[in-house]
């Protein structure tokens, strides 16, 4: 297949993907010749009669692998975004695969014998070095063939249960979708809610891939309210078998590579470092976080009448908050629509941080009618990038929010980054996109990430800016969505969708007031799935346990197993541990929002949003990526250590 156009680099601005001349025919041989050239590459590298450089090992590995990065990228964009039957098949084939081709690399012992040779001259030279020692050492360089044997299996195995259980997943969001015949069943959703609902005179709420369905606050059918969360917190059953084997696989492989379990394992090399300090973290937080959700729960069962179940308290919250602070999601909608939120709130923050500008490019093309792209440019008119938006949800998209790179930034192969923001927004039937409070977070969240990779400005690829350690990547992310509700950039953005008005000031304090609210809830359920995670993968090697009742005891443990509350992802629906790579690294988020909250503290006290702070930010934490200590970094930004208080009094736990 000559015309495969994976086998040369794209032609078009900053190597996008050539997505109109992409089809599904041209991934398995462009696998097949990326795998193939990548081992010859490897098979060169090791077989250098030279004495051993940086240069002649490393930096030569660092090339290798050009035609499998580029199908690998977009590849992997459709699994998750745009995943036909044909791009499942193909998933299904490459993914052990792929975990083989991984193996032959870092288990191959003339290659680690050379990388143990290296000598580095300069920070980024000895940051790269460590990385490559690291990952071959955990990957399994130092096993004997026997083990090596097996590690091979366990990996094969674990990449085949992972995309079953990620595929199933994705189905499940329309097979478990609320069904009813009458839209009087609907009643508490806004008018065009129901009408996009509807199809073939029925009416239809697919699952977002949360526990908490957004519905659940609304309708006011206590029973269809019941069947919601039901359909949802149910849906894939079978996937707590696949959980569990995956589970069982990992403490084995953990156990092969000297470690008492895959926690231990998997934080060796995060900032967290050993098991004792995140379990130190998130027990810290149980304690305070239930008794505040005790409280509000005496507050809605004297609002309700009745014990509060786990499907009413969304319904319950979002009245006390209706009442109390006089906010009503439906009201803030029409001020965040999707196109000012973007240009006017999100582009217009990053201008007064960093300097950076967007132009779209109607003439590029993404690889979905829904994506848009922008050009975006340096302070100085220079390119930095593209910019990548797929707003909306759809039946072959995955569930929640996320970024990832189409070309990673990289000196060293003259690359500029080529980023993706993916929502999961309801695409309205007709008019503007209104999003809710939630959504214009995720939005600013996501960016977050995505000027992490876009203001990398590093020499080496594995350096890349969001190539850090993963209770450290979501630090950027999280600091960005602190701009949705400041004052200069509500004032861009927030307007009325008709009229042009500002968003009255009172209706965001009052939403700011009324997220505090609910904070024992969210910090409960989100610490219910941290613990879940982290609870599967402190599984000792061998140790037998039943799936049908882990998760329950599980909780038990921890003092979670609370009737009002789930984890926002139950073990059937995780994907960011059994399809993803949180596995052992939920409790990231809460991890990462300790430097978060302390550093949102930070830019307050120094003026807010101004190219001071921004450029700050972007010379010590985002353009690093890998290079430096991610925790020194944050240090030098702060100048001091982070401090846990500042998180526990903005969830309202102090």
Same mark, same amino acid.
């Given at each position: 297949?000559?015309?495969?156009?994976?086998?040369?680099?794209?032609?078009?601005?900053?190597?996008?993907?050539?997505?109109?001349?992409?089809?599904?025919?041209?991934?398995?041989?462009?696998?097949?010749?990326? /795998?193939?050239?990548?081992?010859?590459?490897?098979?060169?590298?090791?077989?250098?009669?030279?004495?051993?450089?940086?240069?002649?090992?490393?930096?030569? =590995?660092?090339?290798?692998?050009?035609?499998?990065?580029?199908?690998?990228?977009?590849?992997?964009?459709?699994?998750?975004?745009?995943?036909?039957?044909?791009?499942?098949?193909?998933?299904?084939? /490459?993914?052990?695969?792929?975990?083989?081709?991984?193996?032959?690399?870092?288990?191959?012992?003339?290659?680690?014998?050379?990388?143990?040779?290296?000598?580095?001259?300069?920070?980024?030279?000895?940051?790269?070095?460590?990385?490559?020692?690291?990952?071959?050492?955990?990957?399994?360089?130092?096993?004997?063939?026997?083990?090596?044997?097996?590690?091979?299996?366990?990996?094969?195995?674990?990449?085949?249960?992972?995309?079953?259980?990620?595929?199933?997943?994705?189905?499940?969001?329309?097979?478990?979708?609320?069904?009813?015949?009458?839209?009087?069943?609907?009643?508490?959703?806004?008018?065009?809610?129901?009408?996009?609902?509807?199809?073939?005179?029925?009416?239809?709420?697919?699952? %977002?891939?949360?526990?908490?369905?957004?519905?659940?606050?609304?309708?006011?059918?206590?029973?269809?309210?019941?069947? %919601?969360?039901?359909?949802?917190?149910?849906?894939?059953?079978?996937?707590?078998? +696949?959980?569990?084997?995956?589970?069982?696989?990992?403490?084995?492989?953990?156990?092969?590579?000297?470690?008492?379990?895959?926690?231990?394992?998997?934080?060796?090399?995060?900032?967290?470092?050993?098991?004792?300090?995140?379990?130190?973290?998130?027990?810290?937080?149980?304690?305070?976080?239930?008794?505040?959700?005790?409280?509000?729960?005496?507050?809605?069962?004297? $609002?309700?009448?009745?014990? +509060?179940?786990?499907?009413?308290?969304?319904?319950?919250?979002?009245?006390?908050?209706?009442?109390?602070?006089?906010?009503?999601?439906?009201?803030?909608?029409?001020?965040?629509?999707?196109?000012?939120?973007?240009?006017?709130?999100?582009?217009?923050?990053?201008?007064? $941080?960093?300097?950076?500008?967007?132009?779209?490019?109607?003439?590029?093309?993404?690889?979905?009618?829904?994506?848009?792209?922008?050009?975006?440019?340096?302070?100085?008119?220079?390119?930095?990038?593209?910019?990548?938006?797929?707003?909306?949800?759809?039946?072959?998209?995955?569930?929640?929010?996320? /970024?990832?790179?189409?070309?990673?930034?990289?000196?060293?192969?003259?690359?500029?980054?080529?980023?993706?923001?993916? $929502?999961?927004?309801?695409?309205?039937?007709?008019?503007?996109?209104?999003?809710?409070?939630?959504?214009?977070?995720?939005?600013?969240?996501?960016?977050?990430?995505?000027?992490?990779? %876009? $203001?990398?400005?590093?020499?080496?690829?594995?350096?890349?800016?969001?190539?850090?350690?993963?209770?450290?990547?979501?630090?950027?992310?999280?600091?960005?969505? /602190?701009?949705?509700?400041?004052?200069?950039? =509500?004032?861009?953005?927030?307007?009325?969708?008709?009229?042009?008005?500002?968003?009255?000031?009172?209706?965001?304090?009052?939403?700011?007031?009324?997220?505090?609210?609910?904070?024992?809830?969210?910090?409960?359920?989100?610490?219910?799935?941290?613990?879940?995670?982290?609870?599967?993968?402190?599984?000792?090697?061998?140790?037998?346990?039943?799936?049908?009742?882990?998760?329950?005891?599980?909780?038990?443990?921890?003092?979670?197993? %609370?009737?009002?509350?789930?984890?926002?992802?139950?073990?059937?629906?995780?994907?960011?541990?059994?399809?993803?790579?949180?596995?052992?690294?939920?409790?990231?988020?809460?991890?990462?929002?300790?430097?978060?909250?302390?550093?949102?503290?930070?830019?307050?006290?120094?003026?807010?949003?101004?190219?001071?702070?921004?450029?700050?930010?972007?010379?010590?934490?985002?353009?690093?990526?890998?290079?430096?200590?991610?925790?020194?970094?944050?240090?030098?930004?702060?100048?001091?250590?982070?401090?846990?208080?500042?998180?526990?009094?903005?969830?309202?736990?102090?």
């Amino acid at each position: 297949m000559t015309d495969n156009p994976f086998f040369a680099p794209s032609a078009l601005p900053y190597g996008l993907p050539d997505f109109e001349n992409i089809r599904e025919e041209h991934f398995l041989p462009a696998f097949e010749r990326g /795998m193939a050239e990548q081992i010859a590459e490897i098979d060169a590298i090791k077989n250098d009669p030279a004495p051993v450089t940086f240069e002649n090992t490393l930096t030569a =590995l660092e090339r290798s692998g050009a035609v499998l990065r580029r199908v690998s990228n977009v590849f992997f964009t459709f699994s998750s975004s745009d995943a036909t039957d044909g791009v499942k098949e193909i998933e299904k084939e /490459m993914s052990p695969r792929l975990a083989a081709h991984a193996d032959a690399i870092t288990l191959d012992r003339d290659l680690w014998k050379r990388i143990e040779k290296v000598m580095a001259d300069g920070p980024e030279e000895a940051a790269l070095l460590e990385r490559y020692r690291t990952d071959f050492v955990k990957a399994g360089a130092l096993l004997d063939e026997a083990d090596q044997t097996r590690l091979r299996e366990l990996n094969g195995e674990l990449a085949r249960l992972s995309t079953e259980f990620g595929q199933n997943v994705v189905e499940s969001l329309t097979e478990s979708a609320l069904v009813v015949d009458d839209a009087a069943e609907l009643d508490g959703l806004d008018e065009d809610r129901i009408a996009m609902a509807e199809q073939d005179g029925k009416y239809v709420l697919p699952l %977002l891939n949360v526990s908490v369905q957004p519905a659940l606050a609304r309708l006011t059918d206590r029973s269809v309210r019941e069947r %919601l969360h039901t359909l949802s917190v149910e849906r894939a059953p079978g996937n707590v078998e +696949i959980a569990a084997r995956m589970a069982a696989l990992r403490a084995e492989r953990a156990a092969l590579l000297g470690y008492p379990d895959h926690a231990a394992y998997k934080v060796a090399d995060q900032t967290a470092k050993t098991v004792e300090a995140v379990e130190e973290r998130l027990g810290a937080m149980v304690e305070p976080a239930v008794r505040n959700l005790h409280r509000l729960a005496g507050e809605l069962e004297e $609002l309700a009448g009745h014990p +509060i179940q786990a499907w009413d308290w969304a319904f319950y919250a979002e009245k006390v908050r209706q009442s109390r602070y006089h906010v009503d999601e439906a009201a803030l909608r029409p001020y965040f629509e999707l196109e000012r939120v973007f240009v006017d709130g999100v582009f217009h923050a990053a201008t007064g $941080l960093y300097g950076i500008t967007f132009t779209e490019r109607t003439d590029l093309r993404g690889y979905h009618p829904d994506v848009r792209v922008w050009e975006v440019f340096d302070a100085d008119g220079s390119g930095l990038g593209l910019f990548l938006l797929d707003p909306y949800a759809r039946p072959t998209k995955g569930g929640g929010a996320w /970024m990832h790179n189409l070309v990673e930034q990289s000196e060293l192969l003259g690359q500029r980054p080529v980023v993706v923001n993916n $929502l999961n927004i309801t695409k309205p039937v007709s008019g503007p996109t209104l999003l809710t409070p939630d959504e214009l977070n995720a939005a600013f969240h996501e960016f977050g990430h995505a000027l992490h990779g %876009l $203001l990398s400005s590093v020499r080496f690829p594995r350096l890349e800016g969001t190539e850090v350690p993963r209770d450290f990547v979501e630090f950027p992310s999280q600091v960005n969505e /602190m701009w949705a509700n400041d004052p200069e950039v =509500l004032a861009n953005y927030a307007r009325h969708h008709e009229t042009g008005e500002p968003v009255p000031t009172e209706l965001i304090e009052k939403m700011v007031a009324a997220e505090r609210y609910d904070q024992g809830f969210a910090t409960v359920e989100y610490l219910a799935a941290a613990l879940l995670d982290w609870s599967w993968h402190r599984i000792a090697p061998g140790e037998e346990v039943d799936p049908a009742t882990f998760e329950t005891e599980a909780l038990k443990r921890w003092g979670l197993d %609370l009737r009002q509350v789930r984890p926002r992802y139950r073990t059937a629906y995780f994907q960011h541990c059994f399809a993803g790579d949180y596995h052992a690294g939920y409790y990231s988020y809460v991890w990462s929002e300790v430097l978060d909250a302390d550093s949102v503290e930070w830019f307050t006290e120094n003026g807010g949003l101004t190219r001071e702070n921004g450029d700050r930010f972007r010379r010590l934490v985002l353009s690093v990526g890998g290079s430096v200590d991610p925790m020194a970094a944050t240090r030098e930004f702060l100048g001091r250590e982070p401090r846990l208080e500042p998180l526990l009094n903005r969830r309202g736990l102090i």
